[in-house]
């Protein structure tokens, strides 16, 4: 977990642009290219920990649900990106994503299932359909949309696995103060938006 810290502090400190947060410049086409571009976006990487960590702290059957529904909800936003439907101020939901689920994460809310649901199900449209939308013309849109499903699914997982670790309460100081960084980070990204709009 700190090293999520780290890696959002660093994205802070760097300045990287947020409105360039699913470059696919000099992208190949198959599985394992699909596999590593959640990877690249520190805002996908942050987003998709934070429903892991947060579907721990739900408990069941949220630990499980979230972590299936979104990479679902997320490869039909995928497709209509692929197919050109627009999606009005789609990065902006992706930047606000990353905030709130950090708040979230940060405050360990409570929520009824249906409603983490719909919040999780608004933002994995929003992801899907920026890497859906910015995939490259000669890419194989299946192959490339399974690889990233399949990576949004490990990142899911590894933040439930670091929801559980933390289960004394210190860990659950480490979850807040993470949830508090990944927030802070989800606000720059949200001003890059702003600015680079």
Known sequence: MLALIAAALMALRLGAS??????TVGMGSGITDGFLHPLTGLDHLLAMVSVGIW????GAPAIWLLPIVFPLIMALGAALGVAGMPLP????IVAVSVVVLGALVA????????????????????HGHAHG???PHAADALAFTV?????TGMLHLAGIVIGLLAGGPAG???IRVSGCAIAIAGCYFVYGYAWAA
């Open 172 to 174: 659950a100081v480490v």
């Open 147 to 151: 690889g990233f499903v399949l990576a």
């Open 133 to 135: 939308a910015e995939l």
């Open 55 to 58: 579907g721990a702290e739900l």
């Open 107 to 126: 405050s360990a809310q409570r929520l009824a299932l249906w409603a983490a649901l719909a919040i999780v199900g608004v933002f994995a449209v929003a």
């Open 18 to 23: 947020p409105a360039l947060a699913h470059v």
């Open 89 to 92: 101020a789609g990065e902006l």
